[in-house]
């Protein structure tokens, strides 16, 4: 444990001082103007009491026009409910929306805070281990469609899928959607990592596939590293889901930071330049990585990422269990291990990409100088 650096951000103020920083899923791209902006005014307004409708609703029109620009989906901003951040939204949607009791389905290797959500849900979970071939991870819908048989209430699909950085097609979004609607399952589905996509690829919001099948948790706070500010939305397309969260989601339940609305309304709303230039810098920080694990590395294997600032790499060559713990103590960079993953994450680890070019190459180098 560090102590606090001149750098902002969790990633630089948790290990020590000299440890170079790829772990946790935050950008060295500081904010979007309009969400600086936003949140100077915002102090010197003083706006730091309570959040309050007006806000919900800023924040509710901008994400729906964001995604209605970006996805091409039409959602009524009435459909937009706050959570403090995706994972609670996701938990509340477990408890409120699934069927009291079922177990929940997760697709390791995964985002591993699933599996706390998960249990402080009180359920139960179900791993469907991914496919992996010759063409990367696959979500196992054969799998999926025999754990609902068996009774799990719902699956959490994380597309983007982080660790593996895939973006899914239309048809494997659909083909997960309709194995859960046969069981009257619900899919709760995990967007935060949509706006950042490569190679024209598009994004497909599970919602738009079966509205009423699906709950979709997500938030700016990726794409515009606010993660800090606590606020994520829960869209509800499902009329039903609608009526029980107002019901149980009165103004003292909801636990969303002001100025995560404040911030959230402005990204959403005014920061898809800024958002062009990170995608342009991500962009180029990719190739960069690919290259040099092609060229330097070459006994690590990694898939370029479909969409994410996030790359898995495959060390098992190097016959580690834990990749990261190894490249912490020899190379003092900090990668995210892959074990808390789930099946499948043992010998790798999770790269974030989202920083400048000069600490990308550095921390690269002194991972080629330790393996
Ligand atoms: C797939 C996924 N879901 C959720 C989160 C966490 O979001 P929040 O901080 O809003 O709970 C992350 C953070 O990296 C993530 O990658």
Redo the contacts with the bound molecule.
């Keep these: 444990m560090g102590a606090m650096t001149s750098r902002p951000l969790l990633k630089w103020n948790y290990y020590e001082p000299d440890v170079l920083a790829a772990w ?2 935050e950008m060295d791209f500081g904010l979007a103007p309009a969400v600086t902006e936003a949140l100077h005014r915002a102090v010197d307004l003083g706006d730091t009491g309570y959040p309050y409708p007006a806000l919900e609703q800023a924040v509710a029109e901008a994400a729906t026009g964001f995604w209605k620009r970006r996805f091409g989906v039409d959602i009524e901003p009435h459909r937009v409910f706050s959570a ?7 938990r509340r949607a477990i408890v409120h929306l699934t069927e009291p009791g079922s177990p929940v389905v997760l697709h390791p290797p995964v ?1 591993f ?2 599996y706390s959500m998960v249990e402080r849900a009180g359920r139960e979970v179900v791993e469907v281990p991914a496919i992996q071939d010759e063409g990367g991870y696959r979500i196992d819908v054969a799998g999926l469609d025999r754990a609902f048989a068996d009774g799990a209430g719902s699956v959490v699909l ?1 597309n ?1 899928w ?1 660790p593996v950085a895939r973006s899914l097609s239309a048809d494997e979004v659909a083909e997960v959607v309709r194995v859960a609607a046969r069981y009257g399952a619900r899919v709760i589905a ?1 967007e ?2 949509a706006a950042i996509l490569y190679d024209g690829r598009s994004h497909t919001m599970a919602a738009s596939i079966d509205p009423d099948v699906v709950i979709t ?1 997500t ?1 700016s ?2 794409a515009y590293n606010l ?1 800090g500010l606590k606020a ?1 939305q829960v869209v509800l397309t499902n009329d039903r889901d609608v009526e029980v969260w107002q019901e149980y989601f009165t103004p003292d339940k909801v636990g969303v930071g002001t100025f995560g609305l404040v911030a959230n309304a402005a990204a959403y709303a005014e920061g898809e330049e800024w958002l062009g230039e990170v995608m342009e810098r991500l962009h180029r920080n990719r190739e960069i990585l690919a290259g040099f694990v092609g060229e330097r590395l070459p006994r690590v294997k990694m898939r370029l990422p479909e969409a ?1 600032f ?1 790359a898995w790499l495959d060390f098992t060559d190097y016959g580690w269990d834990d990749p990261a713990t190894v490249l912490l103590e020899q190379a003092r960079v900090a990668l995210t291990g892959g074990i808390p993953f789930g099946p499948g994450g043992e010998g790798h680890a999770r790269f974030n990409f989202a920083t400048t070019e000069e600490i990308l190459v550095e921390i690269l180098e002194r991972m080629e100088e330790t393996i």
């Design positions: 946790v899923a403090p951040d995706v994972i609670e939204g996701g985002y805070p699933f994380c983007p982080n995990d935060i990592h948790v938030s706070s990726k993660p994520a994410t996030l």
